[in-house]
């Protein structure tokens, strides 16, 4: 499938030919994909993969750039980011993970596309689009997010119980989406959430309320709401609601 009309800004042909030149394969992956596809407003954060060095190939887009805008780099998480106009481009090797079970920050190793797109939280993230020459625009969706997606479906690629006792923020995320986009969550997700629900207590209070804070500024937050109480999230993340209820 083609999606060359979703890449129309000039910085994916730069991208392009920057990782041609150093021969890092690159796709454009996650929430860019998946607003697009829904035709939302057209994103303006982009989150960029690629086979090889994500701080290389952000590098080497920024020489190619007018002005060569300055590039953040995150060592310790092999990821940088630029702003080139009003948009912000978010680079990263592909990489596969395993985690610990006292915390969310994962042991990170090189992958492929495909180990990068299994780590991903829910098959509609794990769409991305191909920033090479010879299948520019093809759509790569090894989970079924495109039917996902039609279908109003929030879904883990992968078996969620590992997903969300990997990291247990996903839960908080799977909710916001569900709340944001008006979707459902799969059952045997949902039921995954309920399993894993004691896990959040790992999670830092920030990143909690970041969160919440996402799903109470959504167009109708008493749908989160009450998913966080029906998967007993609630009695977790705010136990002065959850009794309030009782």
Not at 11 to 36: E, K, M, N
Not at 198 to 227: A, C, D, F, H, Q
């Amino acid at each position: 499938m083609d999606y060359k009309e979703f890449l129309d800004d000039e910085i994916f042909g730069i991208i392009s030919r920057a990782s041609q030149q150093l021969g890092y394969p690159a796709y454009v992956i996650g929430g860019y994909v998946r607003d697009r596809i829904l035709a939302r407003r057209k994103p303006k954060d982009i989150d960029v993969v690629c086979v090889g060095s994500g701080i290389e190939l952000a590098e080497e887009v920024s020489s190619m750039l007018p002005r060569h805008p300055k590039v953040q780099t995150f060592r310790n998480f092999g990821t940088a980011m630029l702003r080139y106009g009003d948009l912000e481009v978010e680079f990263v090797g592909a990489r596969k993970e395993s985690y610990d079970r006292t915390s969310r920050k994962p042991v990170v190793e090189n992958g492929t596309l495909e180990d990068d797109q299994n780590r991903r939280d829910f098959t509609i993230n794990a769409l991305a689009l191909s920033l090479n020459e010879e299948d520019y625009g093809r759509l790569l969706d090894p989970f079924g997010g495109i039917e996902d997606l039609e279908s109003k479906l929030i879904r883990t690629p992968l078996d969620a119980d590992i997903t969300y006792s990997d990291d247990p923020l996903r839960m908080m995320r799977a909710i916001r989406f569900a709340t944001q986009l008006g979707f459902v969550i799969y059952t045997p997700s949902f039921e995954a959430i309920k399993r894993n629900r004691e896990r959040i207590s790992i999670i830092s209070y920030e990143r909690i309320t970041e969160e919440l804070n996402k799903i109470m500024s959504s167009p109708r937050p008493s749908v989160g709401l009450s998913l966080l109480e029906k998967c007993g999230l609630l009695d977790y993340i705010l136990p002065e609601v959850a009794q309030l209820k009782d």
